[in-house]
């Protein structure tokens, strides 16, 4: 695993790689807010052992970085797409890519493939919206950057409190699960958090409200008909965070597009329905490497 830092507009984009000596379309990862790139790697399926993979820190994300002058307005869904496009092809030049987006990073896959179509080979969006505002204790936390000083004093306040420990941190993320049971029983569950607690302990609150109210205005309903690659949204019934109604608008917007709800699975995917993930992610990305074959056997046939 490599690690790779990138400057692009003010900020400072910090990338793992994996598998990148290895040919094929190259997948990009992008996770949700207050997350980690590493958050994927407990779950990576090892059907992806050959799979050239590149696992993105958001701005704001340690160890991602916001430089001060960056901060003077609020990032738009252009700019986000823009920041990532440019450090993804710093890293694989020209070659089109697979996203892999989670929640706020299902907002930034989808925004690259309307703004940067011909970059994007297809998207596999899950927990996703077209807009950044999301319900429950996010929302909760998005209303406060928004609030003036005051909001943001008590959202980096209530952000160190949650961060306090990992017994809490734990204990405050099963909020986010529609099926908690499962959740709490996952073998995923733990690597899966330890992995991101021993990053996220190190966010800059000032930043993350930055990104917070920057997300808060954020819509890209206007630019989904834009997306020309195929696009597969994998949601829960009984997310908290990102409400049906949100998937539906985006099943019913998007031009090539698949929808698939597991049942009873609220927003934390990863340990819900980990075996369904996988077998989505996997088949996905196959179906991908299998329409390139069949694409370059025509060409040759042609020739």
Not at 122 to 134: E, F, M, T
Not at 256 to 267: A, I, P, T
Not at 274 to 301: G, M
């Amino acid at each position: 695993m490599a690690q790779h830092s990138i400057q692009v507009d003010g900020h400072c984009l910090s990338i793992l790689t994996h598998n990148e000596e290895y040919p094929g379309i190259p997948v990009v990862f992008l996770h949700g807010i207050t997350l980690v790139a590493d958050f994927w790697l407990p779950t990576l399926p090892t059907t992806l052992a050959t799979t050239p993979c590149y696992f993105i820190n958001l701005p704001a994300h340690y160890p991602s970085q916001i430089l001060p002058e960056a901060k003077s307005l609020p990032l738009t869904c252009e700019q986000l797409a823009t920041q990532l496009h440019r450090a993804i092809q710093a890293l694989v030049n020209d070659r089109p890519v697979i996203l892999v987006g989670y929640s706020a990073g299902g907002l930034a896959a989808l925004s690259l493939a309307a703004y940067y179509p011909t970059s994007v080979s297809r998207v596999l969006c899950i927990s996703g919206s077209a807009n950044g505002q999301w319900n429950g204790v996010m929302g909760g936390l998005q209303r406060l950057c928004c609030m003036g000083y005051l909001g943001i004093w008590l959202f980096k306040l209530t952000y160190k409190l949650l961060t306090l420990n990992p017994f809490l941190y734990r204990w405050i993320s099963g909020l986010f699960a529609g099926d908690r049971s499962a959740y709490f029983d996952a073998s995923s569950l733990e690597p899966t958090l330890s992995a991101v607690y021993s990053k996220a302990i190190h966010h800059s609150p000032d930043d993350l409200a930055y990104l917070f109210h920057s997300f808060a205005s954020m819509d890209l309903s206007e630019e989904l008909s834009r997306i020309q690659s195929p696009v597969l949204i994998l949601a829960g019934d009984c997310d908290p965070v990102i409400s049906h109604h949100q998937t539906q608008h985006l099943a019913k917007t998007i031009p090539q597009v698949e929808l698939q709800v597991l049942s009873g699975m609220g927003h934390m995917f990863f340990a819900e329905r980990l075996t369904e993930y996988q077998q989505v992610l996997t088949s996905w990305i196959s179906q991908a490497n299998c329409t390139t074959y069949h694409d370059c056997r025509h060409l040759l046939d042609l020739l």
